[in-house]
């Protein structure tokens, strides 16, 4: 196989709609897990939308939020409420793309979560314990943004108002008073 024909079963892998590691893609195309980085990095080239998240790779379609309606929640908490956090969300029908952050240095920085449901939640939890690096928000005082997805305004006013409810919430003027 050529790297143009282990490309698109790259990227016929990936679209199936779940995270795949590297080294799960080197074992299928039979090639090291570096060809498959400089692959991606390749791809990424050409302007296919991979995204790296805390469980692999994803080829990321905006056709596969159509309907969807995204808001961006700025929000502050414990590590210790992660799990509640994420899993307010996607218990209300939402969808966490990402996290993000404002260093007063770096200015912004994000990473990929894509947590669909309560068990994306609950692993990225374990590898958050699991792992010797330290979540962005503790960058910023906890202070970190999420971008959510959900199928209505609604469903995101729900979210929004029981991340309220709980503590969670930032509202952005609430600094300036």
Do not use: W
């Not at 994420?86 to 200015?107: A, N």
């Not at 314990?129 to 928000?137: F, T, Y």
């Not at 609604?154 to 969670?168: C, F, Q, V």
């Amino acid at each position: 196989m050529n790297g143009t024909e282990r490309r698109s079963a790259i990227a016929g892998i990936l679209s199936r709609e779940r995270p795949v590691s590297g080294a799960e893609l080197a074992r299928q195309l039979g090639v090291s897990r570096q060809v498959i980085v400089q692959d991606i990095a390749l791809m990424r080239a050409e302007d296919k939308n991979i995204l790296s998240t805390n469980k692999g790779y994803l080829l990321y379609s905006p056709n596969g939020l159509s309907g969807c309606c995204r808001r961006v929640f700025y929000v502050r908490h414990t590590t210790e409420q992660v799990l509640d956090e994420l899993c307010t969300i996607v218990e209300l029908g939402g969808r966490v793309l990402d996290v993000s952050v404002e260093h007063e240095l770096y200015g912004q920085l994000r990473a990929d979560l894509i947590i669909n449901n309560r068990d994306d939640a609950e692993e990225f939890v374990c590898r958050l314990a699991a792992c010797r690096g330290n979540p962005l928000k503790l960058l910023t005082g906890d202070r970190h943004y999420h971008t959510v997805v959900a199928g209505s305004e609604r469903l995101l006013d729900l979210i929004e108002a029981e991340l309220d409810r709980k503590g969670y919430l930032i509202r952005e003027n609430a600094n300036a008073e």
